[in-house]
């Protein structure tokens, strides 16, 4: 396998309810996992959106491709 492309696969428990994610490799995946294990409180938004402040930022590197 290429740690440069590998993906990691990660098992999230919400309200006792299992749910399964990728996380690509970059930087920002490395900061979060190196927060783990992770225990997130989350405030609501609109009540149907949930939302929650990390400690610290993560990195960031948006990268836009125009097509024409």
Avoid: C, G, H
Wanted: no cysteine; hydrophobic share 35%; glycine share 0%.
């Amino acid at each position: 396998m290429n740690s440069q492309t590998e993906e990691i696969k990660i098992n999230l428990i919400i309200n006792n309810k299992s749910f399964s994610a990728t996380l690509e490799n970059n930087e920002t995946r490395r900061e979060l996992v190196n927060m783990f294990p992770l225990e997130l409180n989350m405030d609501d938004l609109n009540s149907n959106e949930k939302y929650n402040y990390l400690d610290s930022n993560l990195t960031t590197n948006i990268r836009f491709e125009l097509v024409n």
